[in-house]
């Protein structure tokens, strides 16, 4: 089978892991895969049809294409799959987006077979189309292997992530603050740019090559998240990366989060019940409970969220399009 992956950028976080991290094994068991940046310029996606003439599958990571370059591809490929893992019919603050809503259901109407990232993802989609995959977004346990199950004497708190979602960082600063005066830790921020910001931390720019071991030098993971019909549609990535490199992770109880999270077990969720000052001071205390959150949520991503588990899931879902 021939295979045209169309992505927005190589370097971009969904490309990389929802298309890219599958490419080998896909050729491993002989399909013949080849990848397209559909965000360079207007003639690239005009072309795209022409392009996927010889393929038997175009598969749509996340580019929405208005109808008539949809009708024009659903003429020269037998088979159209679309994958997306962020709530792409809604503005970064939860308003609806009304242009790409037109888009996304255009788009659905062609595919054969729709991927989502998360239930919430598939529930937006399953109105508009039969046949919902739900596939979440794969962390390599292989690359990124856990630290020892222990705390450190002066516990690192640790954010990852882009410099759009640094804004969920700083909305929770008054906590970070109060954690800073009631407990010893330090903060840490990773991330491709250096932003401005009231709290004291130590700043690491973001490097792919030492992504492993700079989730490795923390001992606790935030996720904060406002609640809105955007973030909803996030699939706990963070979260994910946290848990695999055995750093227990704090995350707010939005959306996928809920899932990969079980409180108190593989980590904690925050609401109007359970606050960031408490979590961190269970997890910094309660040495005991702390390696086992570490332990339980690793096993967790290798059973449910491992690339080796779900690129099995991937290929036979490919085998019986």
Request: with cysteine.
């Amino acid at each position: 089978m021939k295979i045209l992956f169309v992505i927005s950028r190589l370097e971009k976080p969904s490309s990389k892991f929802r298309v890219l991290a599958y490419l080998p094994w896909l050729r491993k068991n002989g399909f013949q895969c080849d990848v397209m940046e559909a965000s360079k310029g207007f003639i690239n996606r005009l072309l795209l049809p022409f392009k996927s003439l010889s393929y038997d599958v175009c598969f749509i990571q996340k580019k929405l294409l208005n109808f008539f370059e949809l009708k024009a591809l659903r003429a020269c490929v037998p088979k159209i799959i679309f994958d997306y893992d962020d709530a792409i019919l809604f503005k970064e603050d939860g308003s609806p987006n009304d242009g790409s809503r037109r888009n996304f259901i255009h788009t659905l109407e062609m595919a054969d077979l729709v991927i989502a990232g998360n239930p919430y993802l598939g529930g937006l989609a399953s109105p508009y189309h039969g046949r919902v995959l739900i596939l979440p977004t794969p962390v390599d346990t292989e690359r990124i292997l856990p630290k020892p199950f222990e705390c450190s004497s002066v516990p690192v708190i640790g954010w990852i992530g882009t410099d759009s979602t640094f804004q969920y960082f700083v909305r929770e600063e008054k906590h970070w603050q109060r954690i800073t005066q009631i407990e010893r830790v330090k903060f840490r921020v990773i991330s491709s740019s250096l932003r401005k910001l009231g709290l004291d931390f130590e700043f690491c720019r973001w490097d792919a090559e030492q992504e492993a071991e700079q989730l490795k030098g923390m001992d606790i993971g935030l996720m904060p998240l406002p609640d809105n019909a955007w973030t909803k549609g996030k699939c706990a990535f963070k979260v994910l990366q946290y848990q695999c490199a055995g750093v227990p992770a704090i995350a707010s109880r939005v959306g996928f989060n809920e899932s990969v999270i079980e409180h108190g077990k593989t980590g904690f969720l925050i609401d109007d019940h359970f606050s960031w000052e408490e979590a961190v001071y269970t997890l910094v205390h309660d040495r005991k409970l702390y390696e086992t959150i570490a332990r339980q949520a690793r096993m967790d991503v290798e059973n449910k969220y491992s690339l080796c588990h779900l690129q099995s899931v991937f290929l036979k879902t490919l085998q019986t399009l």
